[in-house]
């Protein structure tokens, strides 16, 4: 075992994806991650194949309420899928590493394009409450303080010691992004902008809220953008949507309060349009490989 890294070596990662592999006939091209109360996309995926994560070989456990904690494989619009219904947050406690791992396990399974979704605190002034933000761009705080999953010893079997980060976010997809909300009538609260992804689980205080935003920050997390880096750094495609489910409090007047329950409420009122949205995104995808 390396004195460096814990979680997320090739070997490890192999053992977890052959374990799988010998248990599913699905070779999933699409892995998606459900955030917070968005975990009803799994329920579209057709003649589905569930492993808890307690189960398989390596897997963090979930710990968050409002997070299933399992994989689901089967096919979503026709396309093999695999889909995390809950993720693994820096602020459970596990190493970076350890929480980004099934990234690595989805790029050894074949998994060519990934979808994140997450709830999310809406910086920008103009955001509502209920708003998708399409993901363009990130800012990794805890990397400022070198919490970064690819920390260590770089693994050339997964991709290059410094990846680049400025094409994060697919510009295709993004695109493909915008043409389904338009088409699905979603343009009035479809948003893009900059996720910010913090450690957590503290929520925001005012000032840091106010900070993030004069940083250039539209909205602010504690998921995704560790995924992304591990997954861009295996050369995988990468799209996210944020679910806007509470405003970040910026002013010292106001009465609000971020809280846990705010953000799953919020999640079932929009969860049926990100849901279509993504399996639309999905579907199209099949149909125009070239262009998307
Ligand atoms: N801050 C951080 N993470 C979040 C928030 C927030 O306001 N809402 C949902 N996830």
Not at 8 to 19: K, L
Not at 113 to 124: E, P, Q, R, Y
Not at 136 to 161: T, Y
Not at 284 to 289: A, F
Request: charged share 20%; aromatic share 8%.
């Amino acid at each position: 075992m390396s004195e460096f890294v814990s979680g997320g070596r090739y070997e490890e990662c192999q053992v977890t994806t052959d374990w799988l592999l010998s248990r599913t006939q699905v070779r999933p091209t699409v892995g998606i991650v459900c955030g917070s109360g968005l975990g009803g996309l799994a329920k579209m995926i057709k003649d589905p194949q569930v492993f808890k994560y307690s189960d398989i070989p390596n897997f963090p456990k979930s710990t968050v309420h409002g997070h299933a904690g399992q994989l689901v494989f089967g096919t979503l619009k026709g396309k093999p899928c695999v889909c995390m219904q809950g993720r693994f947050h820096l602020y459970e406690g596990y190493p970076i590493q350890k929480i980004t791992l099934p990234m690595r396990v989805f790029k050894l399974m074949g998994v060519e394009t990934m979808i994140m979704t997450n709830a999310a605190g809406g910086l920008n002034q103009d955001y509502k409450v209920g708003d998708i933000m399409i993901i363009k761009d990130h800012i990794n705080m805890p990397g400022f303080a070198g919490i970064n999953p690819l920390s260590g010893p770089n693994d050339d079997k997964f991709g290059v010691r410094f990846p680049c980060m400025s094409d994060a976010y697919d510009r295709k997809l993004r695109q493909l992004a915008h043409d389904v909300a338009t088409e699905l009538g979603y343009s009035e609260f479809l948003q893009e902008g900059v996720y910010c992804v913090l450690g957590g689980p503290s929520f925001e205080t005012i000032a840091e809220c106010r900070m993030l935003n004069r940083l250039g920050a539209d909205a602010v997390g504690m998921s995704t953008a560790h995924e992304v880096i591990v997954a861009r750094h295996a050369k995988m495609r990468c799209f996210a949507l944020s679910l806007i489910s509470n405003r970040a409090v910026m002013d010292y007047d106001s009465q609000e309060k971020a809280n846990h329950e705010e953000v799953l409420e919020t999640g079932r009122m929009r969860a049926e349009q990100m849901e279509k949205l993504v399996s639309t995104m999905v579907a199209r995808m099949e149909h125009n490989d070239n262009s998307y």
